[in-house]
Nanobody, 125 residues
């Protein structure tokens, strides 16, 4: 079992930055690929970024490439999402997710087994 707790969301002006954190329980964290997804009001949840267990593979959604950076600290059982140059369209609830004992990152939410409760990010224009 893996429990995930996100933090770091909030209200920021367009062009600003936020860093989300996701703290994970479990002794096998370094074996789990991790992902960030987001869901805006009235829309389906969508992939944002993912990272392999080792941190060497990091796919991104086209909409965030060059602005967002995913990283992880396996010693701290934590994954991060650094969000720069934020836009109003980035407003959403952001969810952290973990794949079971699989280290390869995936972009489909169906590939993830554990989810956090979400953290709200609001970008004002």
């Amino acid at each position: 079992q893996v429990q995930l707790v996100e933090s770091g969301g909030g209200l920021v002006q367009a062009g600003g930055s936020l860093r989300l954190s996701c703290a994970a329980s479990g002794r096998t964290f370094s074996r789990n690929a991790m992902g960030w997804f987001r869901q805006a009001p009235g829309k389906e949840r969508q992939f944002v970024a993912a990272i392999s267990g080792s941190g060497g593979s990091t796919p991104y959604a086209d909409s965030v490439k060059g602005r967002f950076t995913i990283s992880r600290d396996n010693a701290k059982n934590t994954v991060y999402l650094q969000m720069n140059s934020l836009k109003p369209e980035d407003t959403a609830v952001y969810y952290c997710a973990a794949r079971g004992p699989f280290s390869s990152p995936r972009t489909r939410e169906q590939e993830y087994d554990y989810w956090g409760q979400g953290t709200q990010v609001t970008v004002s224009s």
